[in-house]
């Protein structure tokens, strides 16, 4: 049990917690953020890549912990920007995966390390189409559309992430779901999904 969770904090007192003031015990940092900032990248690179792309968020988040500005964001926005800085590296194998889905579909045989991206995506229950249609969007759109999807972070950790004013977010965000849409023949995928639940 860490010092932190000792204090009796709920965990959303910790999560913004500044970071200088856990600087000198960052294990604590790690142990809050750790599955969720992993869960994302995973959710959009596939597990083996993410495995890197975390281990490299954290790293980088561990050596600049002195420089972090509570003032600009809670640490848990500070390391999506960090982690969707490093997805940015890795936009072709995103773009290819979410493509090679749309075209194959989820139950085509897997062989090779694109393949298990598209099983974690099928994972998610990701349709074809959607990924496809995820796969068109700009960098730009698909980082908003993404952290709004798969990391819940509102309009302003968005901005922050990013480095973008509040109202790029909505725009970018707007501009995405009409064109997922127009992809979709005018259909909302999300509303399809929970009437084909019920």
Sequence with gaps: MTALSRAGEPAAVRR???LQAVADRFDEVFDLHFDEIHRYVAARLGPDVAE???AETFATAFR???T???DRAAVRTWLYGIATNLIGRHRRSERRALRALGRRGPDRPQAGPEDRVLDEVSARRLRPDLAAAIAGLNRGERDVLLLTALAELSHDEIATVLGVSYGTVGSRLSRARKKL???LGDV???RQEEDGRG
């Design 181 to 183: 849409r127009a992809a």
């Design 16 to 18: 913004s917690r500044p």
């Design 64 to 66: 600049k912990r002195h």
């Design 68 to 70: 972090y500005d509570a």
């Design 188 to 190: 909302n995928p999300m």
């Design 52 to 54: 890197d792309v975390v």
